[in-house]
Nanobody, 122 residues
Framework: VQLQASGGGLVQPGGSLRLSCAAS????????VGWFRQAPGKEREFVGA??????YYDDSVKGRFTISRDNARNTVNLQMNSLKPEDTAVYYC??????????????????WGQGTQVTVSS
């Protein structure tokens, strides 16, 4: 499956952005879809994932970010509200079939999008 992430940009603190992850080839309705981010000089970190109808989030984004799945459009969206400067990073979507205990690990995903930059700054 080929993935393409979009929707990044520059936003002020407290603002919102909506990222989309589209499968351009194949379908990923049966996959776990995860969102990760990587800031300069830091390791790629888990943001959230949707797996078998349930969503999971890192504590740093819980209550601010929401993942939704649109199987008809073959997309998974990441709605980001109340953005903070520390949310600045390149955001990646990924698809795979990790076991539940592995959904927070990048190695659990075999398909990755190209990344989209999110910058939160005044």
């Amino acid at each position: 499956v080929q993935l393409q992430a979009s929707g990044g940009g520059l936003v002020q603190p407290g603002g919102s952005l909506r990222l989309s992850c589209a499968a351009s080839e194949g379908t990923f309705s049966s996959y776990t879809v995860g969102w990760f981010r990587q800031a300069p000089g830091k390791e790629r970190e888990f943001v959230g994932a949707v797996r078998q109808g349930r969503s999971y989030y890192d504590d740093s984004v819980k209550g601010r970010f929401t993942i939704s799945r649109d199987n008809a459009r073959n997309t998974v969206n990441l709605q980001m509200n109340s953005l903070k400067p520390e949310d600045t990073a390149v955001y990646y979507c990924a698809a795979g079939r990790p076991i539940l205990s592995e959904i927070r690990r990048p190695l659990g995903y075999g398909h990755w999008g190209q990344g989209t930059q999110v910058t939160v700054s005044s």
